[in-house]
């Protein structure tokens, strides 16, 4: 009998895939995570506070915490030029050229700052989806090319 739980334990391979684009040509390169990953992650970046009129509990998000840990789950990115950046933050870019570096602080500050950046990346990570119909779509493309070969 196959036991779901401990095939996710024991089976779990590393998915990595493209986004779709986020806006012009800019898409990232992720690693994707499961809900109950999610989950855990999300808890390990809440504060716990205590309201001082009520004294009840409120639990409320470490944002810098957890832009921090979803910024391990963006490898890489493509097509973020200094046009596109001047599109998604309100920045100069005057004198600027290339594409903008992948870096740690690069991607801490998009997601803290770029408005809906974060939650497209959440929605990313998580969508297995995405990442199944790119493996499709490479699977198809290198049939296609080996059938071209012959």
Same mark, same amino acid.
């Given at each position: 009998?196959? @036991?779901? $739980?401990?095939?996710?334990?024991?089976? +779990? $391979?590393?998915?990595? %895939?493209?986004?779709?684009?986020?806006? #012009? /040509?800019? +898409?990232?390169?992720?690693?994707?995570?499961t809900? =109950?990953?999610?989950?855990?992650? !999300?808890?390990?970046?809440?504060?716990i *506070?205590? #309201?001082? $009129?009520?004294? &009840?509990?409120?639990?409320?998000? #470490?944002?810098?915490?957890?832009?921090?840990?979803?910024?391990?789950? !963006?490898?890489?990115?493509?097509?973020?030029?200094?046009?596109?950046? =001047?599109?998604?933050?309100?920045? @100069?870019?005057?004198?600027?050229? %290339?594409?903008?570096?992948? *870096?740690? /602080? /690069? +991607?801490? *500050?998009?997601? +803290?700052? =770029?408005?809906?950046? @974060? #939650?497209?990346?959440?929605?990313?990570?998580?969508?297995?989806?995405?990442?199944?119909? &790119?493996?499709?779509?490479?699977e198809?493309? /290198?049939?296609?090319?080996?059938s &071209?070969?012959?």
């Amino acid at each position: 009998m196959v @036991d779901l $739980k401990q095939l996710m334990e024991t089976k +779990k $391979k590393e998915v990595v %895939g493209w986004t779709p684009e986020f806006v #012009d /040509n800019f +898409k990232c390169k992720v690693k994707f995570i499961t809900r =109950a990953e999610l989950r855990r992650l !999300i808890e390990r970046c809440t504060v716990i *506070t205590y #309201d001082k $009129k009520t004294h &009840q509990r409120v639990d409320r998000p #470490d944002e810098d915490r957890l832009y921090k840990q979803l910024s391990a789950y !963006i490898l890489d990115w493509e097509g973020l030029t200094p046009e596109t950046l =001047a599109r998604i933050l309100p920045v @100069d870019v005057s004198g600027l050229e %290339g594409d903008i570096p992948c *870096t740690e /602080n /690069n +991607k801490i *500050t998009l997601l +803290k700052e =770029a408005y809906e950046f @974060d #939650d497209f990346i959440r929605e990313s990570i998580t969508s297995l989806d995405s990442f199944e119909e &790119q493996k499709l779509e490479e699977e198809l493309k /290198n049939s296609e090319a080996l059938s &071209q070969q012959d």
